[in-house]
């Protein structure tokens, strides 16, 4: 298998969350770059969207490991409003607002 660009990587993410309304939620919108590329992506691959402050990386506990997943990640706030763009705007994720108080 051949390397994926930076940029190959990201088009997979855009494609995903705008298929699945799974990612209308905020919560689940952040990681959608881990439900994506953990297990498979390479770290040098990604590595410039975490330098472009897109993607955010976290080691993950080697008791959490599967075959190939020592980096899981997310969003960062820069790309997580970017994120929410791809969406249409009734879809767009939005962080829960709190219960008003009686």
Do not use: C
Request: no cysteine.
């Amino acid at each position: 298998m051949s390397p994926l660009s930076a940029d190959q990587h990201l088009e997979r993410i855009r494609l995903a969350v705008v298929a699945s309304p799974v990612y209308r939620d905020v919560d689940a919108l952040r990681s959608a770059p881990s439900d994506v590329l953990d297990g498979w992506a390479f770290a040098r691959e990604v590595q410039p969207l975490v330098d472009q402050g897109i993607l955010g990386a976290e080691p993950v506990e080697p008791r959490d490991r599967t075959l190939g997943n020592e980096v899981s990640w997310h969003f960062t706030d820069k790309g997580l409003e970017m994120a929410r763009a791809w969406l249409a705007p009734s879809d767009r994720a939005e962080p829960e607002a709190s219960a008003p108080r009686i």
